[in-house]
T-cell receptor
Framework: DQQVKQNSPSLSVQEGRISILNCDYTNSMFDYFLWYKKYPAEGPTFLIS?????DKNEDGRFTVFLNKSAKHLSLHIVPSQPGDSAVYFC????????????FGTGTRLTIIP | NAGVTQTPKFRILKIGQSMTLQCAQDMNHNYMYWYRQDPGMGLKLIYYSVGAGITDKGEVPNGYNVSRSTTEDFPLRLELAAPSQTSVYFCASSYSGAPYEQYFGPGTRLTVT
């Protein structure tokens, strides 16, 4: 039972354009959501997060949007740069869960120069 | 700070052999985690620890054991390696308390033949 889903395994975007990565979840207990970025042969690195009390969080070129009623979140990257090419994982956490994260399957983003 | 370190980077095991994957962190984090990532899949939690002497099972613990004798170290033991354990293993740590960002090591790629 995949509680966090990333339905697009891959996405290609022209450099300078907006990249939009999507994530859906099924567990209504999740109250904190994170995006991680992973380069080949490296561990995931934290990118941005959002609490369920917010619907938007911005950090430079990265913005995460949360729609609780739809159980959907998205990551916007604008403008996209070649260094953004990586696999992006969505993750979620529930309260009193010992900070355990449930990860999606990832979306491979390729930025075309 | 070295962050989270893992050894070895690569290992090939024969079926039935055993080995220990090492993980250490120097950030004084209480929480530590072991994940595995299979091709095209997200990260699945194997075991986690909320402090020295305390460990608990994650989503996919069968075939593995862990111990946490110090805050810094969290080794993962495979007793009877099976081909199904071929995967990339990531260790992570986090500071107890929100936010729930986890810091990951570079991973160990294990092949069981």
């Amino acid at each position: 039972d995949q509680q966090v889903k990333q339905n697009s395994p891959s996405l290609s975007v022209q450099e300078g354009r907006i990249s939009i990565l999507n994530c859906d979840y099924t567990n209504s207990m999740f109250d904190y959501f994170l995006w991680y970025k992973k380069y080949p042969a490296e561990g995931p690195t934290f990118l941005i997060s959002i609490s369920s009390i917010k619907d938007k969080n911005e950090d430079g070129r990265f913005t995460v949007f949360l729609n609780k009623s739809a159980k959907h979140l998205s990551l916007h990257i604008v403008p996209s740069q070649p260094g953004d090419s990586a696999v992006y994982f969505c993750a979620a956490s529930a309260p009193f869960g010992n900070e355990k994260l449930t990860f999606g399957t990832g979306t491979r983003l390729t930025i075309i120069p | 700070n070295a962050g989270v370190t893992q050894t070895p980077k690569f290992r090939i095991l024969k079926i039935g052999q055993s080995m220990t994957l090492q993980c250490a962190q120097d950030m004084n984090h209480n929480y530590m985690y072991w994940y595995r990532q299979d091709p095209g899949m997200g990260l699945k939690l194997i075991y986690y620890s909320v402090g020295a002497g305390i460990t608990d099972k994650g989503e996919v613990p069968n075939g593995y054991n862990v111990s946490r004798s110090t805050t810094e170290d969290f080794p993962l033991r495979l007793e009877l390696a099976a081909p199904s354990q071929t995967s990339v293993y990531f260790c992570a740590s986090s500071y107890s308390g929100a936010p729930y960002e986890q810091y990951f090591g570079p991973g160990t790629r294990l092949t069981v033949t």
